[in-house]
């Protein structure tokens, strides 16, 4: 890399992978799709960025890694001994792990802000409050559509009640990782050329 493309490396895009850390409701099949879809972010020179933690973001981070990619972390715990002991997470698969100290609601408001796009996979409540975080800041969001859990269909609820149309437009549903992260990385460059 030359100095200039060092200069503005910040604008690799940054894609957020939000999915539940629990993972006895799903198949093999899902935690791979989930990895397959990290591995697509590194493919198409973006960053992911995880909550840090255990389930299908780690499927993702670890595709990510496995495919030559950039990891980042944002943990809801103090700093490392905290995110190991009291809070039972990972450190695998992350370049860079941020130590939030806001425990898990605060953490989500971080890490969805960090990105500029964001990737919904398979969730739980936690999912859901990151995906309606992203959807009040009007980001891009590939919502990973699948027959296997419900998320997708959740959250094709919310958007339907949510009488905000302008939001409502960033807002897709895919199954094929490839397309997916490439639609992201389309929505957040425009995104990013309206103000830079």
């Known amino acids: 890399m030359n100095t200039e493309e060092l200069r503005h490396v910040h ?4 894609i957020g992978f939000s999915g539940t850390a629990k993972t006895e409701f799903l198949k093999q099949a899902d935690l791979d799709l989930c990895k397959e879809v990290g591995a697509e972010v590194a493919r ?36 490392e001994e905290d995110h190991v002991t009291r809070w039972g997470l990972p450190l695998d698969f992350m370049d860079l ?3 939030t100290g806001f425990e898990y609601a ?21 999912t859901i409050h990151e995906f309606t975080i992203s959807f009040e800041d009007g980001k ?3 919502i990973m559509a699948s ?23 960033k807002v897709f549903f895919e199954s094929d990782p490839k397309k997916l ?6 929505f957040a460059s425009a995104d990013k050329k309206g103000h830079l």
């Not at 953490?107 to 936690?126: E, K, Q, V, W």
């Not at 094709?156 to 009488?163: C, D, L």
């Open 140 to 142: 891009p969001i590939g």
């Open 147 to 169: 027959d296997d859990w419900e998320t997708d269909e959740v959250i094709k609820f919310i958007v339907e009640k949510s009488h905000r149309k302008d939001e409502n437009q």
């Open 97 to 99: 792990i941020i130590y």
């Open 11 to 14: 604008n690799k895009i940054k």
């Open 106 to 126: 605060g953490r989500d408001l971080l890490f969805t802000r960090s990105c500029d796009a964001m990737i919904i996979g398979p969730g739980r409540i936690g």
């Open 44 to 79: 198409q020179g973006s960053v992911i960025v995880t909550g840090a933690t255990t389930g299908s973001p780690l499927w993702a981070a670890q595709g990510c890694k496995e495919a030559g990619g950039i990891s980042v972390g944002l943990s809801p715990a103090k700093n």
């Open 181 to 186: 992260v490439a639609k992201l990385i389309e």
